[in-house]
């Protein structure tokens, strides 16, 4: 069965598209599978990559007042720690989950690992030694009654300094940092600057071991007040902390205003605090105000509440139902890419191969004119031009093999005539069958030999089977000896003919051909040359070989007329005059009896001045 060449380009590069889906998911399941494994066996423990997540997205939510853009960071830590870790809001909505492909993923597990809620934990950074705010409140819920001392509880502690800093106040801060650091230095005290979140912090010495070893301290919020080193700027809360800590105060007031609840304000490090009056004990009432009032005042700048799921990093395997199913959306994609491609490319492909065969088909039939239209430079294109040369070749030799036919049977009617003619008249009795009549007989028959002849020699040349019998000759020698031979003819012309070549130069040669190529040469310039003309035939040294040149001063040839002077059964005169025109091989001939014998044959003329002809033959 016949197959288009598009069909089967396009399921080839289907086959090998589907071929690299499979190979690359199967690939990706191994190596990705085994390289987490590895990570998560090198982990000293689940509980600190765990608790890396948790902080580095709660950090997250205290920076950015929506979730929007978390998956990257989502999936930064899948990839870094080797966990699969999930946000979703409160009602289940997924918010970002590392092992979601194509719209899909395994289900989360049945139980959050833990709840993200930066308004609830005072900017998303934990309390040191104190209970969270979240555990409060749940506290609080199981008792409502319950008087919840202080020496359980602390007060609840003012927004994290260094929360909600613009780039300037950032810029600002480690210009003050290390301001503080060189105060220290210049005290004689070992100081350095570190960085505590996005916030730079001083770390100054603060006593020495036994064994001489420094005791590193962070320089405290409050210290500014009694440590000239420490500038005052240096802890100061941002900007949005004190239009935060504004709303939270003014918010908790009224909450416990209206609940008639006693409370005090006081400020630290900048922000202020509500604190109960009475400091051993806090009532339900003033937790719960305080807490909303936290949880109102920083919702505008932190992320909703979330629940976050963590778990294996195992987001896809091939071999799974829904590996399979995510595998089969993907390669159809894939495929169906890949054959729009093919379709379009292999159109293009195909087009210029349809319109080769659709002019092979012409020439087949006969139409040596058909040609193919090329565009662009690759293959296909070289191709059509190749196709398009070689049919202009065609047609030039089926033109010349026409021409050739048509000549050849000018050439042997002529003086098959002319004898058949003679020998009806003798025949006849009309003339009489004498020496005259036999020598002319005999001149026509030497003319048709001479013919047969010179087809034979391009018959033999075209196949490769002109051989040559060469042997050390004097090529002076052998020039001296065409100029005896057609001195005869030059004569009767009234042309000179005469030799200009060295005492000796010695080559090896087929000396048969040679005096035939000149012979040729020189027959030509005889005809072509008027009475009074001159014909020198030369032999000159030249590097490499001898260059054999006939020069005539003769009528000489058109340009337009060059380039065919060596092609067969052309004349530039067009025609057929004994007298002028020869048989038109035999400038053809002396080309391949030239290249025979390793060398060439150039022409120079021009109309009035006369021609040259030069054969060069290696010495060799």
Known sequence: MRRSVLVRFLGLSLAVALGAVIATAVLATYSTSEKLQGEIDANTGQLQVDGE??????????????????????HRLADQLGRRVALTEPDGTVIADSARMLGAGPELPSVPAATIDARAQGGGFAFSGTMSVYGLRKAVAANATQKITAAAVAPLPPLYFGWGLTDDERRDRDRLADQAAACYQAEGKSASVARAGNTPQVMVESSKSAEGVSVMQFAKPGQAATDKCVPAGLNAPSAKAK????????????????????YKVATEN????????????????????????????????????AKLYLGAKSTFNVFSGEGMLRTAATALGVLLIAALVMLFAGRRLVRPIVALTGAAQRMRSGDHAARVPVTGKDEVARLGHAFNAMAESIQQH??????????????????????????????????PLDRELVTSLLEETGLLEHL??????????DAGMLRLHRAPRDL??????????????????????????????PASVDSARIRQALGNLVSNAIRFTPSGGQVVLGVRRVADGYNLTVTDNGTGIADKHLPHLF??????????????????????????????HGGRIAVTSSPGNGSVFSIWVPAG
């Open 452 to 461: 047969v002849a010179d087809l034979q020699d391009l018959a033999l040349a």
């Open 398 to 431: 089926d033109h010349q093999r026409k021409a050739m036919v048509s000549d050849v049977a000018h050439e042997l009617r002529t003086p098959l005539a002319n004898i058949k003619g003679y020998l009806v008249a003798s025949e006849d009795g009309v003339v």
């Open 270 to 305: 900048g922000l202020r605090m509500v604190l109960p009056n009475d400091k051993t004990e806090m009532s339900n009432t003033f937790v719960h105000c305080t807490t909303e009032a936290r949880s109102q005042a920083l919702t505008p700048y932190v992320a909703p509440e």
């Open 243 to 262: 239009v935060v800590n504004d709303d939270e105060v003014r918010r908790a007031s009224e909450c416990l205003d209206k609940a008639g609840e006693t």
């Open 53 to 74: 997540v948790f902080n580095t997205l709660s950090e997250y939510a205290a920076d950015h007042p929506t979730w929007s853009g978390v998956d990257k960071e989502v």
């Open 476 to 505: 002076s020698e052998l020039a001296q000896q065409v100029v005896s031979a057609h001195r005869p003819a030059a004569e009767t012309a009234g042309v000179a003919l005469t030799a200009d070549v060295p005492d000796s130069a």
């Open 567 to 596: 092609d067969r059964f052309y004349r530039a005169e067009q025609s057929r005059n004994r007298t002028t025109g020869g048989s038109g091989l035999g400038l053809a001939i002396t080309k391949h009896l030239a290249e025979a």
